[in-house]
């Protein structure tokens, strides 16, 4: 299993990555402002890097359920200088989390290998975006948007409604002269799904390894843990994820994206050293 990120040929064949989450934004679901400023910024990311982290995504706009978009200008404003600093200071990939085309190729023109789209690559420009440049992409389902994602999500079956969302971008890609090694594949956990969909999805991840691209998880501290374990702390949630990250990687996850990077990590080797000691 490749992934083509620019001057890069990653193998995701026997090891997961980790992807850091480093948001730059004052309103993210758990750790909005915290980051916002992009020396304090920096030196989280290299940190997050220094516990593990292979990939640094970075975020100017906030995805959480009812959130509203965010200028271009601003989102610029908050993203190139943290991806401008980080490109010259740390040997992790760095990675644009945006749905704009003129954010993601300025990210890229700055060091950013990979562009993280939580709306699919569905932007007019954006698939000309990978084609041109040839990061790497990652493609996200999810139904609606931000702002409305979260009411009464409805399929008639997830796991084909995704796959197909998947077949159809892939598609598009391949028209637009995108190798199809540049993409990389998320579900997209929490971003229009219920309850009852996250597990679904979780249960039977390898379900989409049918596509023959790298799979990619982003669970991290999200509310869906809270309903499931009955604690409603933010922090409460960290438990959670280590153990969806073992069992994910079990079940064909190759990038697994994650707010603290050391303990998922450690979970996602022994995991890995499991599976390699049984193949």
Known sequence: MFWRVRNHTLD???H???MG???VT???FSDGGLYSHPSIA????LALVGAGADILDIGGESSRPGATPVELEEELRRVLPVIQALSSRCNALLSVDTCKPEVAREAVRLGASIINDISGLRAPGMLEVVRDTRAGAVAMHMQGNPATMQQAPLYSNVLEDVSDFFRATLGRCVESGIDPQQIALDPGIGFGKSVHHNVRILKD?????QHGRPLVLGVSRKSFLSTLTGLPAVEDREWPTIAITSYARHRGAAVVRVHEVRPNAEALRMTEAILEACA
């Open 42 to 45: 920096v030196q989280r990311g």
């Open 205 to 209: 991840f390898d379900f989409f390894q």
């Open 16 to 18: 997961a990555l980790l």
């Open 21 to 23: 989450v480093l948001n």
């Open 26 to 28: 004052p309103d993210s």
């Open 12 to 14: 995701l064949g026997k």
